[in-house]
């Protein structure tokens, strides 16, 4: 898929999707979902649409609930209210591993890689499904378990070639510099083969020159694999410059939804998170 971009339409009075995924379900459908802790109402009334190869934002200020909603998509937690559905499938009752075969997968906005293990290792850890060896074939080291090691080692080279990782590949994990181990997690979460790739602040602790980067593998990872992305994050001229949607959420309640013009401009936006010098 070359490098696309498009207008966003109206999809059922609930959201804006490309126009190029139109013609298609969302891959992420949420309506009305809330989620209380303790009688504090965490998420309010939270409905979002996605399309199939969507790359949208999530902003908003710090404790507006933006990782709980990340949370809930994977259930960590279960919500009190509202449903999703992922790929037209409804996620209740699924465990964090189902959803990850039904086509979910995410970071952290701490970084959680085995710091003991390689690149390459923690990269086959994201390798869920599609691979079926049985644990006795692993033991006695089966003619099986040396073509399934083969097929994954090539596949992690091929993946971490994506972030210019593969010559690091040997390396402890826990040894990459900070920038690396934010794209090593992508690349995990990418070996499951995602419809859908959540990023829980890819950008934090990056310089310029790294955001630029990782704003061009993004919509890299968008083209090559045909996938949506949607992704929390802070950095401003990283959401504005590469999200097609964005929605703010600020006290567990979206605020608004749109295009990043139109968040830029909207007066709401602008009182509650942005500020004046965010959108000059």
């Excluded at 696309?4 to 609930?14: C, H, I």
């Excluded at 089966?142 to 083969?150: G, V």
């Excluded at 694999?225 to 992704?231: C, G, P, T």
Aim: net charge negative.
């Amino acid at each position: 898929m070359k490098n696309v971009n498009s207008n966003m339409v109206p999809l059922d009075g609930l959201g804006i999707i490309p126009e190029r995924d139109a013609g298609t379900p969302p891959i992420l459908d949420i309506r009305h979902l809330c989620v209380d802790f303790g009688g504090l109402r965490a998420v309010d009334d939270f409905t979002l649409l996605i399309g199939k190869t969507e790359i949208a934002g999530l902003i908003g200020p710090n404790g507006a609930g933006k990782t709980t909603v990340f949370n809930l998509l994977t259930n960590v937690y279960k919500p009190t209210e509202g449903h999703i559905l992922l790929n037209g499938q409804d996620t209740r009752g699924k465990s964090m591993h189902q959803l990850n075969q039904l086509g979910i997968a995410r970071t952290f906005q701490n970084i959680r890689l085995f710091s003991g293990m390689t690149v390459e290792d923690n990269v086959k850890v994201g390798m869920s499904h599609g691979y079926s060896d049985s644990v006795l074939s692993a033991m006695l080291r089966l003619p099986s378990w040396w073509r399934t090691e083969r097929r994954q080692h090539i596949r992690a080279l091929e993946l971490l070639d994506l972030f210019n990782l593969a010559d690091k590949a040997n390396t402890l994990a826990g040894n990459l510099p900070y920038g690396d181990q934010r794209r090593l997690e992508i690349v995990r979460a990418l070996a499951s083969e995602p419809k859908l790739l959540l990023l829980d602040e890819p950008a934090a602790g990056m310089n310029p020159s790294e955001t630029q980067g990782l704003m061009e593998n993004i919509r890299m990872l968008r083209d090559e694999f045909n996938i949506a992305i949607m992704l929390i994050e802070h950095d401003m001229s990283l959401v504005m410059g590469i999200c097609e949607g964005i929605a703010v959420l600020n006290y567990g309640k979206i605020i608004a939804k749109g295009t990043p013009k139109e968040i830029q401009s909207n007066p709401v936006v602008i009182e509650a998170y942005l500020g004046e010098e965010a959108v000059k």
